[in-house]
């Protein structure tokens, strides 16, 4: 997927002014580099994972970024009705999901693979 010369904007966090910090993060499902200005209480929340983890602190954050992005897709496939769309909000849970490489990710990809046997029969 072709990424040049994209601009993604990302919402204002909230009402009134907090301090925060812009951060390049790598989104290796989309292969995209993005920079994002987030509140400084995430960074500290997205450090303090990170130091679980022994991971960065910007890796911490693009890998929850990846994991919010396939729940929503997530959420999308169990609100639609046609198949050929729960596939597709599916089929892009699983790539977001890949750009996951430390983050605990099992139960939204069991979750995934529920829907893709039980429900839609298929493996």
């Not at 010369?5 to 002014?17: K, N, T």
């Not at 987030?38 to 679980?52: C, F, I, Q, R």
């Not at 983050?103 to 298929?122: C, K, N, P, V, Y």
Request: net charge negative; glycine share 4%; with cysteine.
């Amino acid at each position: 997927m072709a990424t040049e010369q994209r601009e993604y904007v990302i919402a204002p966090w909230g009402e009134g002014d907090c301090e925060t910090s812009v951060v390049t993060l790598d989104l290796p499902s989309r292969e995209l580099t993005a920079q994002v200005e987030v509140p400084t209480s995430v960074l500290e929340n997205m450090s303090e994972l990170a130091d679980e983890h022994g991971i960065a602190t910007e890796q911490a954050l693009a890998e929850r970024l990846e994991i919010n992005r396939a729940r929503i897709s997530l959420y999308a496939a169990k609100s639609v009705e046609s198949v050929s769309k729960v596939q597709q909000h599916l089929t892009d849970a699983r790539e977001y999901l890949s750009g996951v490489e430390v983050l605990a990710t099992d139960d939204l990809e069991d979750d995934i693979e529920h829907i893709w046997t039980s429900e839609l029969g298929e493996p």
